[in-house]
Every structure is written in C-alpha cells, then in structure tokens.
C-alpha cells in the first residue's frame, strides 16, 4: 500500500500562485511515477502534470507555462507549483502515484480544493 497526503488548497485570487504538496509513505520503493489530476465541478478529472522517477515530466496544455511539478525523493514529496492562476484552474487536486511495472495510476490522494477568484 502507498498513502498519500496533500497539503491544504486555499483560496487565492486570479493571477496568484499556490503550491501543494503530497507526501507518499508506505511502499514508496515501488513508486515510479507520480502526477497531479483535478476535477472541476460537472467534470470529469483530468491529468494535470506528471513526474517520473528520472523526473522527466508531463504538462497538460493547459498548464504548460504556468504549472510546475517537481519531486523531493528524499523527503518523498512531490509537489505542484502553480502560477498565474485562472478561474478555470478552479478543482479540486488529487496527487496520484504509480508503481513500477503497472498501467496507470496505482493510488490517489484524499483530494484538496482549490479556489481562483476573478
């Protein structure tokens, strides 16, 4: 089993940053990649950014440019910086891990809300 926890979210205004984070404990070994989705309200979730073991990284269109994903294996964290922040980007953020050798994302955080104003 891996565990995993995300930071809280927040309320920030469009334009601001947020970084969330999301420690991952339990058979963090077996980790290989880990990722961002979200789900806004009437939609479907969808993959935000992806980070690998060899921290090559994934971006959906529309957060290239503005959204960072980058890990700490050591403290085995990874993390989403996110700038210029859009009413759209509003969701709430699951991070998600995948093991070595699987499809797709093995397991998947508790979720935390995010909320851009205009």
């Known amino acids: 089993q891996v565990q995993l926890v995300e930071s809280e979210g927040g309320f920030v205004q469009a334009g601001g940053s947020l970084t969330l984070s999301c420690a991952a404990s339990?058979?963090?070994?077996?980790?290989?990649?880990m990722g961002w989705y979200r789900q806004a309200p009437g939609k479907q979730r969808e993959l935000v950014a992806v980070i690998n073991n060899s921290f090559s990284t994934y971006y959906a269109d529309s957060v290239k440019g503005r959204f960072t994903i980058s890990r700490d294996n050591a403290k085995n964290t990874v993390y989403l910086q996110m700038n210029a922040l859009k009413p759209g980007d509003t969701a709430v953020y699951y991070c998600?891990?995948?093991?070595?050798?699987?499809?797709?994302?093995?397991?998947w955080g508790q979720g935390t809300q995010v909320i851009v104003s205009s």
């Open positions: 998600a891990a995948a093991l070595i050798g699987t499809e797709g994302f093995d397991y």
């Open positions: 339990g058979r963090i070994r077996e980790i290989n990649d």
